[in-house]
């Protein structure tokens, strides 16, 4: 390859290819922003339930248990409350 010349490899991609990479990469932010939450309580929460398989005692799986069905709760809330939140922030039908 001469100096003066890029091989298509190393160059960025242009025209048509680059903006649905942009649009890929904007939904994927779009979406963890908007699920990030969740995504987070739904991880943290199966590795408490991983934890409660683990533990012999049984004291320690009831508070595992425990935790791990506040966290699915949380979610719930979480998608509950985004829910509404997305349905009053709509303008109201004048029916009309």
Not at 7 to 27: C, D, F, Q, T, Y
Not at 32 to 61: M, Q, W, Y
Request: with cysteine; glycine share 12%; charged share 25%.
């Amino acid at each position: 390859m001469r100096a003066g010349k890029r091989s298509n490899l190393i160059s960025p991609a242009k025209g048509k290819g680059r903006e649905k990479g942009r649009r890929v990469v904007r939904r994927f932010v779009m979406f963890v922003r908007d699920n990030g939450p969740i995504i987070s309580l739904g991880i943290g929460t199966t590795c408490i339930v991983a934890f409660a398989i683990v533990t012999e005692k049984t004291l320690h799986r009831l508070g595992f248990v425990a935790l791990a069905l506040l966290g699915v709760g949380l979610m719930a809330g979480i998608t509950w409350a985004k829910r509404h939140l997305t349905e009053l922030s709509k303008p109201p039908d004048t029916g009309a």
